[in-house]
């Protein structure tokens, strides 16, 4: 199975940017998925690789104390995060566990570990430097999406 996903998603607030469009945090342009499954008698497998174009962000590290935030152009501080990449893999084998069916199963999400970023947090920091030379900051750190992560499965199927 192919899948592709084209869509838009924006922004607007009258409090905000002086109501101008801006593009969301879950606008993600393009997505592709390509799923794969196969079974063989009591054995199925599958390899699915799925990918997505970065999502913007405001990058607020990159404002300053000296920019008037009243007239500020968005577009100068708008950025987008790495394009998300994903394969995962599986496989199952079927049989019968007290006349009922049953499956167990093994997969693996993320095979390539791949450091996929769900979005950019910024924290603001208060009064760094000294109270007659006060330094204030935004912090940003990354919050990911899992790592490689391994899952075992067990399926039973009970019919009266």
Avoid: C
């Avoid at 879950?26 to 997505?31: A, N």
């Avoid at 935030?69 to 049989?95: M, T």
């Avoid at 167990?104 to 450091?115: A, D, P």
């Amino acid at each position: 199975m192919f899948n592709l996903s084209i869509s838009k998603s924006e922004n607007r607030f009258r409090e905000i940017f002086k109501n101008q469009y801006f593009p969301s945090s879950e606008d993600s342009r393009f997505q592709f998925k390509w799923i794969n499954s196969i079974t063989a008698g009591k054995y199925d497998f599958s390899v699915n690789y799925i990918a997505a174009t970065g999502r913007p962000y405001l990058d607020l590290s990159s404002l300053s104390n000296q920019i008037d935030r009243r007239n500020l152009n968005i577009n100068n501080y708008l950025k987008k995060l790495s394009s998300y990449h994903r394969v995962d893999i599986g496989a199952g084998y079927k049989f019968i566990l007290l006349k009922q069916n049953a499956r167990i199963g093994f997969s693996v999400f993320n095979l390539t570990n791949r450091n996929n970023v769900k979005y950019r947090q910024f924290v603001y920091q208060l009064q760094g430097g000294s109270p007659q030379n006060p330094i204030n900051t935004v912090l940003g750190s990354d919050v990911t999406q899992l790592d490689r992560t391994y899952n075992i499965s067990f399926n039973l199927s009970i019919q009266r």
